[in-house]
Every structure is written in structure tokens, then in C-alpha cells.
T-cell receptor
Framework: AQTVTQSQPEMSVQEAETVTLSCTYDTSESDYYLFWYKQPPSRQMILVIRQEAYKQQNATENRFSVNFQKAAKSFSLKISDSQLGDAAMYFCAYRSPIITSGTYKYIFGTGTRLKVLA | DTGVSQDPRHKITKRGQNVTFRCDPISEHNRLYWYRQTLGQGPEFLTYFQNEAQLEKSRLLSDRFSAERPKGSFSTLEIQRTEQGDSAMYLC?????????FGSGTRLTVV
């Protein structure tokens, strides 16, 4: 069974600085998808960034980028130029390809609470 | 389209009572998922619908839990004889081809 581990329960970053959130996962599959979701205090989960395992290039979305290390099974999120609005819980998630799992079920980590200091 | 709607946002109930939550997915999304999120944990999968068919249920979904999606549109999640351990945020998500849209969740408190 696949597992997702986020070892940092809480992180703090100064506004305008850069922070990296860690995520490791365990799987025997070679093809899969990885995601970072943001959950602000209003509680609605929002997709931040996704990475397909077959792509070697790290995904980037504006100030958000990932460092995907497939062999190490590591998927960290870097937030550049941190803003007060980035404060939230961040969840790392894993999904098998639907062709093998038959479902778009996600496996989530326990989350990292990010605090942004003014 | 206003996204995925969940109702109610908050529910406080006494132990032993039955509760029902509703999720209205994005209309063109044929797949609907229920997750449970307890404090300090990530969301955990409960059950999955493709159209009106319930295709997968987690072992977390005891026989006190039942979910339906009549006509493949909205879905309901019912918990019978609630227990304090059922206190959690219940999240609904819908998708067509993989990317989830989440609702804001229903926070259940069992007293």
C-alpha cells in the first residue's frame, strides 16, 4: 500500500522569504501523480501544484515549485517570496493512475501548517 | 457553476443521534468522493461514486455509515447512532478526470 509522510507538523517563514515543505512517499508503482494542496482556515482545499511521475521536469506554478526526486521518493514544495496569504495547512497527496487503480482516490499526508510572519 | 457545495457547514449532535450530510458536486463531474479529516490528520478516503454507483468503500466506513448518490447528482452521507469518535470534518470532492474540486466540508461535533 502507498503511504505519504510529511515530517514537519509546522513551519514558519518570514514574509518575502523562501520556505520548503517536505514530503516523502512509498510506492511500488512506477507511474503515479503527486500533488500539493493548500487548506486555508476557511477549510476548502485548493490545488497548488501537481507532478506526473513520468515527467522528469519539476513542476512550477508562479511562486510555487517542486523538487521531485523519484528515486528517493521525495516531493518537496518550495514557496518563493512568501506572502501572508500563503499561511495555511499544506497537504502532500499521492494518486495512482486510473488505469491501474480504477479510481482517482488520493492518499494524503498529515499536513504541514505554514505560518507567515510579517 | 459555483463549485462543490456541502450542507450543513457545521453540525452539533448528541451521541446516538443520526445525522445526514449533503454534497452537490460540479454538474459535469461524474465522480464523487467522501473523505474524513480529523484534527491533525490529512483527509482519509471513505467512499467513491462513479455516477450513481458506489464503487469503493473504505474499511473506515462502518455499518453505521451509508452513502448514496441517487441519479448520479448530489450525494448524501448518513451516520447512524453517532459516537464521539465520529467528530471530524467530512469533505466531499468531485472530479471528471482526476483533478479534484473540494467542497468546504461539514464539521461534525458529537457531544
Amino acid at each position: 500500500a502507498q503511504t505519504v509522510t510529511q515530517s514537519q507538523p509546522e513551519m514558519s517563514v518570514q514574509e518575502a522569504e523562501t520556505v520548503t515543505l517536505s514530503c516523502t512517499y512509498d510506492t511500488s508503482e512506477s507511474d503515479y501523480y503527486l500533488f500539493w494542496y493548500k487548506q486555508p482556515p476557511s477549510r476548502q482545499m485548493i490545488l497548488v501544484i501537481r507532478q506526473e511521475a513520468y515527467k522528469q521536469q519539476n513542476a512550477t506554478e508562479n511562486r510555487f515549485s517542486v523538487n521531485f526526486q523519484k528515486a528517493a521518493k521525495s516531493f518537496s514544495l518550495k514557496i518563493s517570496d512568501s506572502q501572508l496569504g500563503d499561511a495555511a495547512m499544506y497537504f502532500c497527496a499521492y494518486r495512482s493512475p486510473i488505469i491501474t487503480s480504477g479510481t482517482y482516490k488520493y492518499i494524503f499526508g498529515t499536513g504541514t501548517r505554514l505560518k507567515v510572519l510579517a | 457553476d459555483t463549485g462543490v457545495s456541502q450542507d450543513p457547514r457545521h453540525k452539533i449532535t448528541k451521541r446516538g443521534q443520526n445525522v445526514t450530510f449533503r454534497c452537490d458536486p460540479i454538474s459535469e463531474h461524474n465522480r464523487l468522493y467522501w473523505y474524513r479529516q480529523t484534527l491533525g490528520q490529512g483527509p482519509e478516503f471513505l467512499t467513491y461514486f462513479q455516477n450513481e454507483a458506489q464503487l469503493e468503500k473504505s474499511r473506515l466506513l462502518s455499518d453505521r455509515f451509508s452513502a448514496e448518490r441517487p441519479k448520479g447528482s448530489f450525494s448524501t452521507l448518513e451516520i447512524q447512532r453517532t459516537e464521539q469518535g465520529d467528530s471530524a470534518m467530512y469533505l466531499c470532492a468531485s472530479t471528471r478526470e482526476g483533478g479534484y474540486t473540494f467542497g468546504s466540508g461539514t464539521r461534525l461535533t458529537v457531544v
